[in-house]
């Protein structure tokens, strides 16, 4: 429908034509002698005047079926890093001053607010909750890139959803990484790994039902295990596996086990994540050898080619690198003796253009 017959009455004549003046009130505005003296107006007008409170609608409920939703701010005055977070709507409106004194990079600033999406990227944090809480900025997505336990026992898990519940972010996006021992099925099946025995004590008293069932404790966040999401027009795909390290959690032996897990990485993806680095970038480990996968590598280089890969693992290889075409981020927060130093890894990208309800407007 087009916008012009948005604005019709119900017997089809244009709003805008004119109607009989009413008797009651004349539609004729001429300027209040008092204009200048707004309070001693409001308080000779008050008694006649209507004025309910409304509570406004909770974000969080659901839209309506074939409503529109409007949300609204105003006197940003270029804080465009502390804006809290900006509920999900059709339509955004900014009531205006939105920048200082209207410099030209403030204005360019506000622009690139309102057109790209900030993705926020964490990594082997170990259940170090109380650092994080400190140091994540705010932004639309948030990414953890696994290793977010010691071990994936039920408590470890239910004290990160609590702290995710927590984030302002509108998007968190989680996969597994090899600490999370309790999301793989199959280590937790055999029980017969070094590490797993390692911390048989820990396991002791666990029941089948709580391993089996342990993803269902993040609700908080969207959980991906070899699978996708779209979130904000981007396709972001993740997978926790890596190449064989002392039986840890998702190790898989290098070569074409984990080239099974690689290929089922669809062509088209913008943001990838892995547990796990790919070779040559963020994979060189405190004894000198690359810890990467190699057919990792091949994988993002030659056939997804995704925008950004974003992984962690390996604590030392922690920042940011480029081939040119995949920007490649080692998000890991603990270094190499799982002390938390490093901060979170930002990168913001422009918001991919969706079809709405403006393109089938006509003027």
């Known amino acids: 429908m087009s916008f012009r017959r948005m604005l019709k009455g119900a ?4 709003l805008s034509a004119k109607q009989p003046e009413s008797d009651e009130q004349s539609k004729e505005i001429t300027v209040h002698p008092e204009t200048n003296n707004p ?4 308080d000779t007008i008050r ?10 609608v909770d974000p969080a409920t659901p839209k309506p079926k074939d409503h529109v939703r409007f949300v609204c701010i105003s006197d940003t005055h270029s804080k465009t890093d502390r804006i809290p977070d900006i509920p999900d709507g059709d339509v955004l409106i900014h009531a205006g001053d939105f920048t200082k004194i209207c410099r030209r990079k403030e204005v360019k600033n506000f622009n690139d607010f309102l057109g790209h999406t900030r993705f926020v990227c964490t990594s082997d944090t ?8 400190k140091v994540v900025p705010p932004g639309d997505v948030f990414i953890h890139a696994g290793s977010f336990n010691n071990v994936g ?8 959803n609590e702290f995710l519940g927590t984030l302002p972010h509108r998007h968190k996006i989680v996969i597994a990484g090899n600490h999370e021992l309790t999301f793989d099925q199959q280590l937790m099946t055999e029980r017969n790994s070094h590490v797993f025995m390692s911390f048989a004590s820990a396991f002791e008293g666990l029941k089948t039902n709580e391993w089996k069932d342990i993803r269902s404790l993040l609700t908080n966040c969207t959980y991906l295990e070899d699978s996708e999401i779209q979130v904000m027009g981007f396709r972001i795909y993740g997978s926790p596996w890596q190449p064989v390290f002392c039986d840890w959690g998702f190790n898989l032996p290098r070569g074409q086990p984990l080239l099974d897990k690689w290929n089922k990485i669809p062509e088209g993806t913008d943001i990838l994540i892995t547990h796990g680095p790919p070779l040559g970038h963020g994979d060189l480990a405190s004894n000198g050898c690359r810890a990467g996968c190699v057919e990792l590598l091949s994988t993002v280089q030659r056939r997804v080619r995704p925008k950004y890969h974003v992984f962690g693992h390996i604590h030392e290889g922690y920042g940011v690198t480029t081939d040119g075409q995949t920007t490649f981020v080692n998000a890991a927060i603990c270094d190499v003796h799982y002390r938390p130093c490093n901060p979170p890894i930002v990168f913001d990208l422009p918001t991919p253009r969706v079809p709405t309800v403006e393109a089938e407007s006509s003027v």
């Not at 017997?11 to 244009?14: Q, V």
């Not at 309070?39 to 409001?42: F, H, I, K, S």
């Not at 170990?126 to 809480?133: A, E, I, P």
């Not at 026992?153 to 990160?160: D, G, N, Q, W, Y």
């Open 11 to 14: 017997s089809g004549r244009s």
């Open 39 to 42: 309070t001693r107006v409001w």
């Open 47 to 56: 008694y006649k005047q209507k004025v309910d409170v409304v509570t406004p």
């Open 126 to 133: 170990f259940s170090k909750t109380t650092y994080l809480s």
């Open 153 to 160: 026992l039920p408590r470890e898990v239910s004290a990160f």
